[in-house]
């Protein structure tokens, strides 16, 4: 199957900085990628969708001016934690589809856990 | 608005023994996917098995099978023959229309644990 990356795989930061996650489809091209966020112990909650080109649609609680998506390039996405406080800890999960996938193909990438002291 | 609910949070299965885990659905779309994904405790999400709201017939992959009740609004998984590698989080999620490039709405997750 298809693969993607994050990095980084973790990352520890002070309260009140900003943090780059990265998200790479490494073999195909992906047109939509989604952001989820798990906090411990709890399921995936789905932060937003972006597709290539165009403004990421964020979910019903999710503060888009804190959660900067930007899906520059049909490989790269990436979410920034603007002014990252200790309740953002979390691990932080994409997935991605390229065009033309058949139905079950949702790449997932193997997450990044951020911790903000 | 569609949610997915899975009642057990943990369970434990004997090493070769089979385990059905349960999932119910709400919805009021006619067209929907359902999944099955796998998280060791590495956090990586593994597909497993994808089932359409209008397949009639169940969907199977080697172990797992996804046993649909469609009037039930269930897809419960079912792993035959356990292996110590299958301890993990199991989730069970769907999505608006068949494919997997729609969101997904995850369901709260069991923890599997295999004994030897």
């Known amino acids: 199957g298809a693969v993607v990356s994050q990095h980084p795989s973790w990352v520890i930061c002070k309260s009140g900085t900003s943090v780059k996650i990265e998200c790479r489809s490494l073999?195909?091209?992906?047109?939509?990628m989604f952001w989820y966020r798990q906090f411990p112990k709890q399921s995936l909650m789905l932060m937003a969708t972006?597709?290539?080109?165009?403004?990421?649609?964020?979910e019903q609680g999710v503060e888009k001016d804190k959660f900067l998506i930007n899906h520059a390039s049909l490989t790269l996405s990436t979410l920034t934690v603007t002014s990252a406080h200790p309740e953002d800890s979390s691990f932080y999960i994409c997935?991605?589809?390229?065009?033309?996938?058949?139905?079950?193909?949702?790449?997932f990438g193997p997450g990044t856990r951020l911790t903000v002291l | 608005a569609q949610k997915i609910t899975q009642t057990q949070p943990g369970m434990f299965v004997q090493e070769k023994e089979a385990v059905t885990l349960d999932c119910t659905y709400d919805?009021?779309?006619?067209?929907?996917?359902l999944f099955w994904y796998k998280q060791p405790s590495s956090g990586e999400m593994i597909f497993l098995i994808y089932?359409?709201?209008?397949?009639?017939q169940n969907a199977t992959e080697g172990r797992y099978s996804l046993n649909f009740q469609k009037a039930r609004k269930s897809a419960n998984l079912v792993i035959s023959a356990s292996q110590l590698g299958d301890s993990a989080m199991y989730f069970c999620?769907?999505?608006?229309?068949?494919?997997?490039?729609?969101?997904?709405?995850f369901g709260g997750g069991t923890r599997v644990l295999v004994k030897p």
């Open positions: 997935s991605a589809r390229g065009a033309g996938s058949s139905y079950n193909e949702q790449f």
């Open positions: 073999d195909f091209q992906a047109t939509t």
């Open positions: 972006s597709n290539e080109g165009s403004k990421a649609t964020y």
């Open positions: 919805t009021s779309d006619q067209s929907y996917g």
């Open positions: 089932q359409g709201s209008y397949d009639e």
């Open positions: 999620a769907m999505t608006r229309g068949l494919a997997a490039g729609n969101k997904l709405t």
